[in-house]
């Protein structure tokens, strides 16, 4: 019985020489500087890189709803369309990254095309974000037939781009996308403009809010390990095992406001605009 007691007490012993060592806050400190640093390297080393990106504007208009405008007679270049529906639309094209994106670095062209394919009976440029970049439409009567523009540029550098209204035959239902290869990309990126928004201007709004959240939490969330491991080495060693737990226990919350602010809430909207 007496040996049980000693082997226990020779156990519970090391294991504080083990928390109350030196070396156990420098392993928590350096846990702690890698849960800020990490977070941080991977996201701006994400934005070294050329990123296109398109986002459709989730707000559409309904120009014509067939069976409603027994007053009104669609004509489209000379020709009746009748009873049809008729929906505005609005995509954005930019570059999000900062390596700068050439025309010689499109392999294969970049269009934006309806799903279904509808006849596109307008397609222009709302918003270009400089008239440097060269930024325009090559379609044809032949590709709106088809429910296809093709878009080209000189050059596009980091968060140059332009919105692009497109009027179509037929309802909102009718998804709009951009396909294409650049060279070091695989594709164009579909931007999440964010979850179920009522207008755009309330989504950036409820995004930003939640950015300073993130921010503050992960900074508060930041300052309890640095403090923790301070008090560490300042206090009597028998409480140094409550701060070092603290201060190894908040790691894990603060990775996880550092990603939200950089990587959840950060969501991508047009530089310009739509």
Not at 129 to 150: C, M
Request: a neutral charge; proline letters at 5%; glycine letters at 6%.
């Amino acid at each position: 019985m007496q040996k049980n007691s000693d082997n226990r007490e020779a156990v519970q012993n090391r294991v504080k020489r083990v928390f109350t060592s030196p070396w156990f806050g420098v392993a928590g400190l350096f846990f702690v500087v890698a849960g800020i640093i990490v977070p941080v390297v991977l996201y701006f080393a994400s934005q070294t890189e050329r990123e296109l990106v398109y986002a459709v504007n989730p707000i559409r208009t309904t120009v014509v709803t067939a069976g409603q405008a027994t007053e009104l007679a669609v004509v489209h270049r000379g020709e009746p369309l009748g009873d049809i529906d008729i929906t505005a639309a609005q995509v954005a094209i930019w570059n999000a990254g900062e390596q700068s994106i050439r025309q010689e670095n499109v392999l294969q062209d970049i269009v934006i095309f309806t799903v279904p394919s509808v006849p596109i009976l307008e397609a222009s440029i709302r918003e270009r974000s400089r008239d440097v970049s060269g930024f325009r439409l090559v379609a044809t009567p032949e590709s709106l037939a088809f429910g296809i523009v093709p878009v080209s540029w000189r050059i596009l550098e980091e968060n140059d781009g332009a919105s692009v209204q497109l009027i179509y035959q037929g309802t909102q239902e009718v998804e709009v996308r951009v396909q294409g290869v650049i060279e070091g990309v695989r594709g164009v990126k579909e931007a999440k403009l964010g979850v179920k928004i009522k207008t755009p201007e309330e989504q950036v709004r409820e995004q930003q809010r939640n950015r300073w959240i993130f921010g503050i939490m992960a900074l508060v969330y930041g300052c309890i390990p640095i403090l923790a491991v301070v008090l560490t080495f300042t206090t009597p060693p028998e409480r140094r095992r409550l701060w070092l737990a603290l201060a190894i226990s908040s790691v894990i919350p603060f990775a996880i406001f550092i990603w939200q602010y950089f990587f959840v809430t950060a969501g991508l909207w047009p530089p310009f605009g739509f």
